[in-house]
């Protein structure tokens, strides 16, 4: 079978219908797995899609580049659009339903609600995309109801936003579990993202220092080192070794709730960062990355696997 696409919320639950109704009338018990993204799809995306469907009888992946997360000033225009692509992605990855909507069908005219998730949004990249997070939650809310999943995947590589969808979704007590994918990376440690190739050579040589930063201070973290400047030091001082990056923030903050970590690292926590790699052609592309401290066996060996990465490559 070729992938379904739907293109209203009326659709969607139609094709989901459709599909638990079959699966329950052979026996089977159905249980729905999502997958939300921006479109552009990559390996990234592929793991997270094949994750649910290794986990869920039905996997929806939607494609919609929200505008209601984009500044005036930012990418939604030129954001990389490659439908066709998409969908052979999500039908080799075992998904069945890929929902495209409109901007209409997501917000109708009089569609005046905004959901925002206090504090957590404000800090890292809040700091520096003021409204984005509320548009990322307006949108991931009114998403999970429509598909009505029992799990929803999101990467860890953008770390903050899935701390806030869980918030979110533990506050208001949505039924659909939240469940982070560990980061999907280049060989040399560059996290595999849409806007990845909008980067020329330059560019692109000068982004390795993220990864590079980000181990670094996995290094120091793992040889015991407690101290918060410590740790953020290590990764500093690879970011501002290499001119040609220019650095938004660099922080460590806790896993659960991203306040500051001042002081010592006493509970899980991520260190990340935030900044701009320049193409020849002045062309400006903003990247994020972020690594999971942790001393927590479930995450431990991805955090391992990170820090191996970078010595194969060293
Ligand atoms: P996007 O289309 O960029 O909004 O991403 C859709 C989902 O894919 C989000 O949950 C992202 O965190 C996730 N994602 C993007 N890049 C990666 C990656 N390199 N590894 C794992 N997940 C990713």
Redesign the pocket.
């Known amino acids: 079978m070729g992938i379904l696409v739907a293109r209203t919320r009326q659709e969607l639950r139609a094709m989901i219908g459709s599909l638990k109704s079959t699966l329950e009338d052979a026996g089977l018990r159905s249980s729905v797995g999502f997958?939300?993204?921006?479109?552009?799809l990559?390996e990234?995306?592929a793991?997270?899609i094949k994750k649910s469907s290794k986990e869920n009888s039905i996997t929806v992946v939607s494609v919609f580049v929200n505008p209601k997360q984009f500044a005036a000033h930012e990418d939604l225009d030129k954001y990389p659009r490659t439908f066709e692509a998409d969908c052979e992605l999500c039908l080799k990855a075992g998904a069945q339903i890929v929902f495209a909507p409109t901007p209409e069908a997501m917000y109708p005219d009089d569609f005046k609600t905004k959901i925002s998730v206090d504090e957590m949004s404000q800090v890292m990249c809040g700091a520096h995309r003021p409204d984005h997070f509320t548009g990322v939650c307006t949108v991931v809310l009114l998403l999970l109801n429509f598909v009505a999943a029992d799990r929803a995947?999101?990467?860890?590589?953008?770390y903050q936003?899935?701390a806030i969808i869980s918030r979110m979704t533990q506050d208001i007590v949505h039924p659909t579990r939240i469940i982070g994918?560990?980061?999907?990376?280049e060989e040399d440690g560059l996290?595999?993202?849409?806007r990845n190739r909008y980067m020329d050579a330059t560019a692109r040589a000068a982004a390795a220092c993220i990864p590079k930063s980000l181990r670094a201070a996995a290094e120091v973290f793992l040889s015991g080192e407690t101290n918060a400047p410590a740790v953020l030091l290590a990764a500093r001082e690879v970011l501002n070794s290499v001119s040609e990056f220019e650095l938004q923030y660099c922080e460590l903050r806790n896993a659960k709730n991203l306040t500051e970590v001042e002081a010592r690292i006493t509970h899980e926590s991520v260190l990340a960062v935030a900044g701009f790699v320049q193409n020849a052609d002045g062309v400006k592309t903003r990247l994020i990355d972020n690594v999971i401290l942790t001393h927590d066996p479930d995450r431990l060996e991805s955090l391992l696997d990170f820090v191996r990465l970078g010595t194969a490559v060293k």
């Open positions: 997958v939300p993204t921006m479109g552009a990559h990234g995306h793991t997270l995947y999101f990467g860890l590589k953008d936003q899935f994918v560990t980061t999907v990376r996290a595999l993202s849409s």
